[in-house]
Protein backbone atom coordinates (compact mmCIF):
# COMPACT_ATOMS: atom_id res chain seq x y z
CA UNK A 1 0.00 0.00 0.00
CA UNK A 2 2.51 2.34 1.02
CA UNK A 3 6.56 2.33 0.19
CA UNK A 4 9.24 2.70 2.95
CA UNK A 5 9.35 6.47 2.78
CA UNK A 6 5.70 6.94 3.34
CA UNK A 7 5.54 5.16 6.39
CA UNK A 8 8.45 6.91 7.55
CA UNK A 9 6.87 10.36 6.93
CA UNK A 10 3.52 9.00 9.00
CA UNK A 11 6.26 8.48 12.02
CA UNK A 12 6.46 11.80 12.19
CA UNK A 13 2.60 12.50 12.33
CA UNK A 14 1.30 14.45 15.34
CA UNK A 15 -2.08 15.98 16.54
CA UNK A 16 -2.38 16.57 20.22
CA UNK A 17 -5.24 18.72 19.56
CA UNK A 18 -7.17 21.39 16.97
CA UNK A 19 -5.29 22.79 14.19
CA UNK A 20 -4.83 26.24 14.67
CA UNK A 21 -5.06 28.88 11.93
CA UNK A 22 -2.26 30.15 11.68
CA UNK A 23 -0.11 31.51 8.76
CA UNK A 24 2.08 27.93 8.69
CA UNK A 25 0.99 24.42 9.42
CA UNK A 26 4.09 22.05 10.05
CA UNK A 27 3.80 18.96 8.01
CA UNK A 28 3.65 16.93 11.62
CA UNK A 29 0.09 18.53 12.34
CA UNK A 30 -0.82 18.24 8.97
CA UNK A 31 0.13 14.30 8.94
CA UNK A 32 -1.71 14.18 12.16
CA UNK A 33 -4.56 16.22 10.66
CA UNK A 34 -4.96 13.59 7.88
CA UNK A 35 -4.63 10.69 9.78
CA UNK A 36 -7.39 11.86 12.06
CA UNK A 37 -9.75 11.83 9.39
CA UNK A 38 -8.75 8.45 7.66
CA UNK A 39 -9.75 7.28 10.69
CA UNK A 40 -12.84 8.81 11.02
CA UNK A 41 -13.81 8.13 7.35
CA UNK A 42 -13.04 4.33 7.00
CA UNK A 43 -14.75 3.72 10.81
CA UNK A 44 -17.93 5.78 9.32
CA UNK A 45 -17.40 3.34 5.94
CA UNK A 46 -17.60 0.10 8.19
CA UNK A 47 -20.76 1.66 9.76
CA UNK A 48 -22.70 2.32 6.92
CA UNK A 49 -21.64 -0.33 4.49
CA UNK A 50 -23.81 -2.87 2.97
CA UNK A 51 -21.20 -5.34 0.83
CA UNK A 52 -19.19 -8.26 2.82
CA UNK A 53 -16.52 -7.94 -0.25
CA UNK A 54 -15.97 -4.19 0.90
CA UNK A 55 -16.33 -4.63 4.45
CA UNK A 56 -13.47 -7.42 4.30
CA UNK A 57 -11.43 -4.80 1.96
CA UNK A 58 -12.03 -1.69 4.99
CA UNK A 59 -10.99 -3.98 8.03
CA UNK A 60 -8.00 -4.87 6.00
CA UNK A 61 -7.26 -1.06 5.36
CA UNK A 62 -8.17 0.11 9.06
CA UNK A 63 -5.48 -2.41 10.17
CA UNK A 64 -2.90 -1.02 7.84
CA UNK A 65 -3.89 2.54 8.89
CA UNK A 66 -3.61 1.09 13.19
CA UNK A 67 -0.21 -0.20 12.43
CA UNK A 68 1.45 2.87 10.36
CA UNK A 69 -0.49 5.25 12.95
CA UNK A 70 2.40 6.77 15.58
CA UNK A 71 -0.58 6.99 18.48
CA UNK A 72 1.39 7.88 21.25
CA UNK A 73 1.95 11.19 18.98
CA UNK A 74 -1.48 11.81 18.49
CA UNK A 75 -4.88 12.70 20.40
CA UNK A 76 -4.94 10.06 23.52
CA UNK A 77 -8.55 9.59 22.98
CA UNK A 78 -7.99 8.33 19.31
CA UNK A 79 -6.70 4.36 19.76
CA UNK A 80 -9.03 3.78 22.57
CA UNK A 81 -11.99 5.36 20.85
CA UNK A 82 -11.45 2.90 17.29
CA UNK A 83 -11.19 0.00 19.82
CA UNK A 84 -14.65 0.63 21.78
CA UNK A 85 -16.77 2.01 18.07
CA UNK A 86 -15.20 -1.46 16.71
CA UNK A 87 -15.63 -3.73 19.63
CA UNK A 88 -19.62 -1.90 19.76
CA UNK A 89 -19.86 -2.74 16.12
CA UNK A 90 -18.78 -6.44 16.25
CA UNK A 91 -20.89 -6.82 18.97
CA UNK A 92 -24.22 -5.60 16.72
CA UNK A 93 -23.18 -7.72 13.81
CA UNK A 94 -23.17 -10.90 16.39
CA UNK A 95 -26.02 -10.19 17.76
CA UNK A 96 -27.34 -9.22 14.18
CA UNK A 97 -26.59 -12.85 12.91
CA UNK A 98 -27.69 -14.13 15.49
CA UNK A 99 -31.43 -12.99 15.92
CA UNK A 100 -31.11 -14.11 12.22
CA UNK A 101 -30.32 -18.09 12.77
CA UNK A 102 -33.36 -17.37 15.46
CA UNK A 103 -35.53 -16.28 12.92
CA UNK A 104 -34.04 -18.90 10.52
CA UNK A 105 -34.49 -22.03 13.15
CA UNK A 106 -37.77 -20.82 13.93
CA UNK A 107 -39.05 -20.63 10.40
CA UNK A 108 -37.83 -24.16 9.61
CA UNK A 109 -40.24 -25.24 12.54
Given at each position: MLDRHALFFLQVA???GSIKCWLFTT??????HILMQLH????YLIQHQTHSG??????KVLLFLISATPYARMH???????????QAWMMEDLANK??????GERQEL
Open positions: ENKLSSSLGRGILLSASLFEELLPSVIVYLHIGLLV
